[in-house]
């Protein structure tokens, strides 16, 4: 059974690109969550895709958009990039509609400059 | 609407001695809690989970944490800390549909 797995590790990227996120989801989970947690702080939710629909999402703007695939990879697409958005931003997969018991990947590191 | 607060951003103990990391969380439904810790440079892993069975979890590596309706609270505790508990620490809540809300998390170290 494999773990969720993320890519890039790490990534930097100027202010006003545009970025994308890949997500591996847990063998068997068909839920994945994305967070952002930036630095000393908690993740924070920016969305939720279950079954390939978009099942719930937090207080970030549009540029934030997201994807399933029919075999629950997900990817998380951030446009017109600011400052801000340099966080580590982390994909959680669980089974079922509500998150009640995530497994996180390791992260992807977005620096903004 | 859900939150939680973790009551102090940094605990230091010794080794050997009682962990006690502080969490309190309001949630419009009945909530499903979790502690998670963090090393350095990784995701989350999954310490204890409490969705409504027993009000006392206990959960990996020693640590336990009881469920207080009447107090709103989550609290971990360990009773005897070991140099590896090193680590942040984050009490979250989920209660409402396809979304987890995470404290600010406590950062945990431990003294020889």
């Known amino acids: 059974e494999t773990g969720v797995t993320q890519s890039p590790t790490h990534l930097i990227k100027t202010r006003g690109q545009q970025v994308t996120l890949r997500c591996s989801s847990q063998?068997?989970?068909?839920?994945v969550s994305w967070y952002q947690q930036a630095l000393g702080q908690g993740p924070q939710f920016i969305f939720q895709?279950?079954?390939?629909?978009?099942?719930g999402r937090g207080n970030f703007p549009p540029r934030f958009s997201g994807l399933q695939f029919p075999n629950y990879s997900s990817e998380l697409n951030v446009n017109a990039l600011e400052l801000d958005d340099s966080a580590l931003y982390l994909c959680?997969?669980?089974?079922?509609?509500?998150?009640?018991?995530?497994?996180f990947g390791p992260g992807t590191r977005l620096t903004v400059t | 609407a859900q939150s939680v607060t973790q009551l102090g951003s940094h605990v230091s103990v010794s080794e050997g001695a009682l962990v006690l990391l502080r969490c309190n969380y309001s949630?419009?439904?009945?909530?499903?809690l979790f502690w998670y810790v963090q090393y350095p440079n990784q995701g989350l892993q999954l310490l204890l989970k409490?969705?409504?069975?027993?009000?006392l979890v206990k959960g990996i590596n020693g640590f336990e944490a009881e469920f207080k309706k009447s107090e709103t609270s989550f609290h971990l505790t360990k009773p005897s800390a070991h140099m590896s508990d090193a680590a942040e620490y984050f009490c979250?809540?989920?209660?409402?549909?396809?979304?987890?809300?995470f404290g600010d998390g406590t950062t945990l170290t431990v003294k020889p």
């Open positions: 959680a997969s669980s089974s079922g509609q509500r998150s009640y018991e995530q497994y």
């Open positions: 063998s068997g989970h068909n839920t």
């Open positions: 895709y279950y079954r390939e629909e978009e099942n």
């Open positions: 949630s419009s439904v009945p909530p499903y």
């Open positions: 409490y969705t409504s069975a027993a009000t």
């Open positions: 979250a809540v989920s209660g409402e549909k396809g979304k987890s809300t």
